[in-house]
């Protein structure tokens, strides 16, 4: 299975969405960047705009790509943006959506966010800050 999940952050980087899983159970009840499943023929990067529309009702295109967590039958491709309408992202789905301070120490808490989300929080925000940071990471599990 091939998958995306982003993180939205505001211009000065000091807020990011996140949303609040239901699903799938290892994950219910816990925050997480935004995503889901890449469709048949379509490429990472579209995946990551539709997913995160369909999630928050905000279309944003300019999605950019810092590495990938693979596991032994599936793959994520990890995604960073920061755009001035992060205020307008909204609910759409059973699962809620909000705004975070992205040093937020709940991030690292494995019992509000998902364990991977306070490390891949700084090192979104890095690559998009640092442009001479190296380009991608890959995690294996």
């Not at 999940?5 to 799938?24: A, C, E």
């Not at 205020?87 to 059973?94: H, K, Q, Y």
């Not at 975070?100 to 120490?105: I, N, R, T």
């Amino acid at each position: 299975m091939k998958y995306v999940l982003g993180f939205l952050f505001s211009p000065d980087y000091k807020q990011v969405v996140l949303i609040n899983k239901t699903k799938p159970v290892w994950q219910a009840g816990r925050w997480n960047g935004v995503g889901g499943k890449i469709e048949s023929g379509e490429t990472p990067s579209a995946a990551m705009s539709r997913e995160f529309e369909e999630e928050t009702g905000l279309l944003l295109y300019d999605w950019s790509e810092f590495g990938s967590i693979v596991g032994p039958t599936w793959r994520v491709n990890l995604f960073a943006t920061q755009s001035e309408f992060i205020g307008e992202v909204s609910t759409l789905t059973e699962e809620e959506v909000a705004v975070f301070v992205s040093d937020w120490v709940g991030l690292s808490d494995p019992n509000v966010a998902i364990s991977n989300v306070g490390y891949l929080v700084p090192l979104a925000k890095d690559f998009l800050r640092n442009p001479r940071s190296p380009k991608s990471i890959k995690l294996n599990y």
